[in-house]
């Protein structure tokens, strides 16, 4: 399997696609006005202490407040709250302790992101503070080492086990990467060293600064991605940016040098995204039908609760009996399903409805399918084999909205039962319109019919994105707004054709 890295970076957009076999499978966006903060530390204020819920809410500065379980605090902040003799007593005596004998109100304390907000919900935070490197997570207030479950060897375990307990210092715990197999003491001593450092940083930066305050800004996504995902087995990464090339190239000096040569920087006229055939298929992702191999279809359905997806055979008849058909339909239905929950990076409680299978070894067959299709996914998630009626049920990890969040917003006509595209992701889809007219045609001069809306963040501000768009691909863009067109779409008309072209160049 070949897997490739393809970077896209815009002045209003950041976009990481990672292909495996050319097949986009997964997709991370980042935009100015809502940047990744799961990892970031803050020195936040203890608001409320909700002894029924066990739960505390916190202030960090942020639109909504913080929420902190029992189970996410630390022996560390234990420590600092209670008095020696008491702590000793409860640890002897093996006590689970209260919310309320940990935390009090205006209390402040130092807390890291695990979950984005979603929809009414603020973050999700824990005491339990790591930092992650190359090769491991260091881990302060704790002792134990763990190792990744997916290094399955019982000797590498313990020769990786032997290597971290020699060098960590002591009051700090340390968990051992998948990337981390094979490498020797050289390696971790370096990351140790970086993020020892960094933690004295974020320390010295706590003790001087008043609640609520980011003590700590986690890596941008760019950095963590080449952090996270760049391993051996990565054919390319592609960059279209030189500025962010040159920083990958430094950072892996550091890190990894026997990697930066598998780092690229793209340099075509033809945007990297539509060169890689990336684009054509993110604009099937919001699709709420998705067509599998020989008419048969998947539909996804989203609620904030939880995600069911049908198999459906559609036209796919088959040339055999009717259980061949289902079964080969159920397993194609399998791999695309994993695909997708992948790609829209869908999380929380999923139900997937296959096609009735009579067979217990069939049933068997197309769950292994779909459990296989799930080994290169890094969020935790756990599969329930098909039951009778047909049912995959799965639970995976959520930790920011998944992308129809990201990419989508409630639609405004009926009410927020649907959604259509956001008038952000419609500008950005524009600029890019205009990109590949530049690439593909000598046409000069456009004419640019939008939604008021849109209209309004393309020439909003003394320096718009329509002037900064004209000045790059020196074209003469005039915008107009037209009432009657949808928020999610768009029209241009040539100027010296006096003719409509906006379906010539959208992919």
């Keep these: 399997m070949q897997k490739d890295i393809i970077i896209n970076l815009s002045e209003y957009e950041t976009r990481i696609a990672i292909l495996e076999d050319s097949k986009l499978m997964e997709l991370w966006v980042e935009r100015p006005e809502r940047e990744r903060m799961v990892g970031d530390i803050y020195k936040g204020i203890v608001k409320a202490v909700l002894p029924g819920m066990q739960a505390a809410f916190l202030d960090l500065g942020l639109e909504k407040s913080a929420f902190l379980h029992v189970s996410d605090i630390t022996d560390l902040y234990e420590a600092d709250f209670l008095e020696e003799e008491e702590l000793a007593q409860r640890k002897k005596k093996k006590h689970y302790h209260k919310i309320e004998e940990l935390l009090k109100k205006d209390q402040e304390i130092l807390v890291q992101i695990m979950k984005e907000p979603m929809g009414t919900k603020g973050t999700k935070v824990t005491s339990q503070l790591s930092l992650a490197g190359r090769y491991l997570v260091l881990v302060p207030g704790e002792e134990n080492i763990a190792v990744s479950k997916k290094i399955t060897e019982r000797e590498e375990r313990k020769r990786l086990k032997r290597v971290v307990s020699g060098l960590k210092p002591e009051g700090f715990g340390a968990i051992i990467r998948t990337v981390a197999e094979g490498k020797e003491q050289k390696d971790f001593k370096n990351d140790i060293r970086l993020l020892l450092r960094l933690w004295k940083k974020i320390r010295k930066e706590a003790e001087k600064k008043k609640a609520p305050y980011l003590v700590h800004k986690d890596m941008g996504m760019v950095a963590s991605v080449i952090r996270d995902q760049l391993t051996p087995d990565v054919n390319q990464v592609i960059i279209d940016s030189r500025r962010e090339y040159k920083k990958i190239r430094s950072y892996l000096r550091v890190i990894a040098p026997n990697l930066r040569n598998k780092v690229m920087l793209y340099n075509k006229d033809i945007p990297i995204f539509d060169f890689y055939n990336v684009e054509s298929q993110i604009e099937k992702m919001l699709d709420r039908k998705v067509w599998i191999k020989k008419g048969a279809y998947i539909v996804i359905d989203q609620t904030e609760a939880m995600v069911t997806i049908d198999v459906n055979t559609g036209r796919f008849v088959g040339r055999s009996d009717q259980q061949s058909t289902i079964l080969r339909t159920n397993m194609e239905a399998a791999r695309e399903t994993a695909r997708q929950i992948r790609l829209r990076d869908i999380g929380g409680l999923i139900i997937v409805d296959f096609i009735d299978m009579y067979s217990a070894e069939d049933r068997r067959k197309v769950f292994e399918e779909f459990k296989n299709s799930f080994k290169n996914d890094r969020s935790k998630h756990s599969i329930l084999p098909i039951s009778d009626f047909g049912l995959i049920e799965m639970t995976r ?111």
Aim: hydrophobic share 30%; proline share 4%.
């Design 397 to 507: 990890e959520r930790i920011r909205p998944s992308l129809l969040y990201t990419f989508s917003q409630p639609c405004p006509t009926c009410d927020g039962i649907g959604r259509v595209l956001s008038k952000e992701t419609l500008a950005a889809k524009i600029e890019r319109w205009f990109r590949r007219a530049k690439v593909r045609s000598v046409e000069k001069s456009y004419k640019l019919l939008v939604s008021s809306e849109v209209y309004r963040i393309l020439t909003e501000g003394k320096e718009s994105r329509i002037k900064k768009l004209n000045k790059m691909l020196r074209l003469e863009i005039t915008g107009e707004k037209d009432e009657s067109l949808p928020i999610d779409e768009f029209k241009v008309f040539s100027i010296d054709e006096e003719a409509e072209v906006t379906e010539r160049y959208k992919t």
